[in-house]
């Protein structure tokens, strides 16, 4: 893995992680022994198409049981069937969670260096 100190990790689920790259204002996405660096936009839409997933669908017996997800600035595609969906759902809920949790924090700590 090519996690230098710069990254942090902010969440992970059993395939995949994201990490957060202070340096260079984006995203490292692990999934599996695959990485992917992702700017703030890419990540964005990632996060967009993974929400437009739509698990119903997959688990109908009329439509392909598979989503494919084109990573912004890359050649790649992640294929996801029902599993990887859930997964993927659960990682962006759980990044998402963290990020409001870390702007709370920030803007609590804010809050108190202004009035001491």
Known sequence: MTTASHFHKVYGTQQTSLFQDDVACGYLLSVGKEEYFLDRYAYSLFRKNVKAIDLVSLLSSKTPDIEL???????????VDIHFAIELKELIDGASAMFDLNTSIHKGIRRKSLHA
């Open 69 to 79: 997800i084109k990573l912004l600035n890359s050649d790649r595609f992640l294929v």
